[in-house]
């Protein structure tokens, strides 16, 4: 029988990862018109249980090595319980469709390009500005932008094994959150769980005011977890 695979926020300490999970590194590559364009992979991390720091301070990281303990690190989980449909604002665009709940951005900025998603979608009958817009919202990692098609009703998403990825952030010299990507049921430390979505990001620098999720604060803390691509 297939091992439940789930993560659990543990109240003032790591993240887990039950069942195991592949996790590698997503570096945040950048354009020709110097701003996030791809994805490129980055090394293999694990594919087991394990657990993930989430204060920032491990001198172990990814992974946990108690410090949260030695440090009183506060992990209060301060997210909306509310559905992502009920917290976004919604964009109509001639063909497009364009959902946004602005707390959860992480800062990855996929969505800069050709005048930015929101300018994309609103000029989404032209068949070059629509294309751009999906794949703009598509490469944001925390979900915070989706996009549907108005046609059809119908979401547009990538579709991913269910895996989890360390962002790295070259251009700002900067790591970035925890991607979990491919519907990974979380459950908060009170015991409840949050809605299940195909793309989340978790903060790992423990400064995020949006606790459990990535708000960008990585970068104004300039948290750093050693990974080459920032040398
Ligand atoms: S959460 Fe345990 S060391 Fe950071």
Known sequence: MKKETKIMITKDG?????????????????????????????????????????CGESKNKPFCDGTHAKIGFDGMETA??????????????PT?????????????RFCHRG????????????????????????????????????????????EFEKSISLIEDPQNRVSG??????????????????EVRNRVTLCRCGKSENKPFCDGSHIEAGFDDGDESLK
């Open 177 to 194: 959150p925890i991607w979990l990507k491919g519907e990974i049921p979380i459950e908060s430390s009170d015991g409840k769980t949050y």
């Open 115 to 158: 005048g930015g998603t929101w300018e994309l979608t609103h000029h989404s009958d032209n068949q070059e500005a629509r294309e751009l817009a999906i794949e703009e919202a598509c490469n944001c990692p925390s979900g915070r932008l989706v996009e549907y098609d108005k046609k059809t009703g119908k979401v547009i998403e990538k």
């Open 14 to 54: 790591p993240i887990l990862v039950l069942g195991g999970l592949p996790i590698d590194k997503q570096i945040i590559g950048i354009g020709k018109d110097d701003e996030p364009e791809k994805w490129i992979k980055g090394e293999k991390i694990s594919d087991g249980q394990c657990s993930l720091c989430r």
């Open 96 to 108: 497009l469709k364009l959902k946004d709940v602005t707390p959860l951005c992480a800062a990855a």
């Open 80 to 93: 909306s319980r509310e559905s992502f449909d009920k917290q976004a604002q919604v964009m109509d665009g």
